[in-house]
């Protein structure tokens, strides 16, 4: 991997970096309480907390690693994308009113102090945190080698230290900062990744001459093909129904969605 030639890009990362310590500062000092440290005191609001989602739906896992899955599997790997219009609302109608009452009435403040209450008993809490804790490990370890890449790309590190370096500034700020350092980054990182999003779409239209003429270029590449851009790709329909149902139901089970 070749580092950016780019200072401006250095500088754009740099001053990145040093903002999501800063507000891990910041959070700390509003950081009193427990409800403070897992539910960021319940005082988001609409706008914040829905930007928030989405900055952690969309994390490392989709915004490195789905333009990898394309490159593998071809347009049919967008069948990861397909749930993106009912998982939300699916997410709010299932769980989101249930979860916000158990908070007000019990002072719930974690996923399975909800299961606990819900099925009154302490064995099935404790069980539902082994799962989070066994699930959260792997989803966070994949998120942070995404974030290994980017410094290795970027700084030109290896992807250990990068890794590393990554673990140190998000452990120091979710430690010290709580929901409350962790919804404000994910703010300003969803905010990144919204304008970095269309700025690289826009970008790939232009240098490419259009849509059209996109897709035509890739269907009659040796290194491609037609299958490529087959409404499945190059997978079969199990596969493809099986990243549709992994994002559609799975996402609903996601504790930091939750």
Avoid: H
Wanted: aromatic residues 8%; hydrophobic residues 55%.
């Amino acid at each position: 991997m070749t580092t950016p030639e780019t200072p401006g890009v250095l500088g754009w990362i740099l001053a990145y970096l040093l903002l999501t310590i800063a507000v891990g500062g910041w959070a700390a000092r509003y950081t009193r309480t427990q409800s403070d440290f897992f539910l960021a005191g319940q005082r988001l609001g609409l706008l914040v907390t829905g930007v928030t989602t989405m900055s952690a739906a969309f994390s490392g896992v989709v915004f490195l690693g789905g333009p990898g899955l394309m490159y593998r599997l071809g347009v049919g790997s967008l069948f990861i994308c397909l749930p993106i219009g009912v998982t939300a609302g699916m997410l709010c109608w299932l769980v989101a009113k249930r979860l916000r009452l158990l908070a007000a009435v019990d002072g719930v403040l974690t996923i399975p102090d909800a299961v606990r209450l819900r099925y009154r008993s302490r064995t099935t809490g404790g069980a539902a945190a082994v799962a989070v804790l066994l699930g959260s490990v792997g989803y966070l370890a994949a998120q942070l080698l995404a974030l290994g890449v980017v410094l290795q790309a970027v700084f030109s590190l290896d992807l250990l230290v990068g890794v590393g370096l990554g673990l140190l500034i998000v452990g120091s700020y979710s430690a010290a900062g709580g929901m409350v350092a962790g919804v404000w980054t994910d703010l300003a990182q969803g905010t990144v990744m919204l304008v970095a999003a269309v700025g690289v779409w826009l970008a790939a239209l232009s240098s490419g001459g259009g849509l059209r003429a996109i897709v035509e270029t890739v269907a009659a590449s040796e290194s491609f093909g037609a299958p490529f851009v087959d409404p499945l790709g190059n997978q079969s329909a199990v596969t493809a129904a099986s990243l549709f149902l992994v994002f559609a139901v799975g996402t609903l089970g996601q504790p930091q969605m939750l």
